[in-house]
């Protein structure tokens, strides 16, 4: 069965960059998409862009366009999210998910336990 | 940029049945899909491609869309239903995703 495993919490402090990773197991990581979400503090999903890994072809959400990175390495089945700044409004969950439009029609279907992000000086 | 619009809340008693909505100028040519977060939880898949329901997820989770609005109904809703509820979709280029900003539903 497929997992999205992310890695753990980060504390960090405003203007420290963060790189953070979402590991796929099985082998259809390169034949499906990783998208990266954020939820602020009670509230909603934010779908900020999504990877395919297979060739690194990323596509971002206008905002977040410019503000993170999203890059994979499919050697090692891994997408990752990457901040060069960090403020403090970038506190949140960030799940990663799989998606493919052959599977569920581009729902997504499998996705990771979240790693939560704390900015604060 | 493309929004799709929930109403913050639905409340129902158990057996009743719930109809959450999501509207968007680009639901006439794209797909909705639902999801079901739990607190605590990461999202699930309760509803792709309009109407169809993933394997796992109960009868009583139907979708249906027309127009520009989108319905997720729960027939004979549960105590365990309870949880926030995500539309999703893609603006009219295929690319860009949005969620909704979600529909807290309570069964009680």
């Known amino acids: 069965e497929v997992q999205l495993v992310q890695s753990g919490a980060e504390v960090k402090e405003p203007g420290e960059s963060l790189k953070i990773s979402c590991k796929g197991s099985?082998?259809?990581?390169?034949?499906?998409?990783i998208a990266w979400v954020r939820q602020m503090p009670g509230k909603g999903l934010e779908w900020m862009g999504t990877i395919f890994p297979g060739d690194s072809d990323a596509r971002y959400s206008p905002s977040f366009q410019g503000q993170v990175t999203i890059s994979a390495d499919k050697s090692i089945t891994t997408a990752y999210l990457q901040w060069i700044s960090l403020k403090a409004s970038d506190t949140a969950m960030y799940f990663c998910?799989?998606?493919?439009?052959?599977?569920?029609?581009?729902?997504?279907?499998?996705w990771g336990h979240g790693t939560m992000v704390t900015v604060s000086s | 940029s493309y929004e799709l619009t929930q109403p913050p809340s639905v409340s129902v008693s158990p057996g009743q049945t719930a109809r959450i909505t999501c509207s968007g100028d680009?639901?006439?040519?794209?797909?909705a899909y639902w999801y079901r977060q739990k607190s605590g939880q990461a999202p699930v898949v309760v509803i792709y491609e309009d109407s169809k329901r993933p394997s796992g997820i109960p009868e009583r989770f139907s979708g249906s869309s027309s127009g520009t609005m989108a319905t997720l109904t729960i027939s004979g809703a549960q105590v365990e239903d309870e949880a926030d509820y995500y539309c999703s979709s893609t603006d009219t280029s295929g690319y860009l995703w949005v969620f909704g900003g979600g529909t807290k539903l309570t069964v009680l």
């Open positions: 099985g082998d259809s990581f390169t034949n499906d998409w």
């Open positions: 998910a799989r998606h493919s439009p052959l599977r569920y029609g581009d729902a997504f279907d499998i």
């Open positions: 680009a639901l006439p040519q794209k797909y």
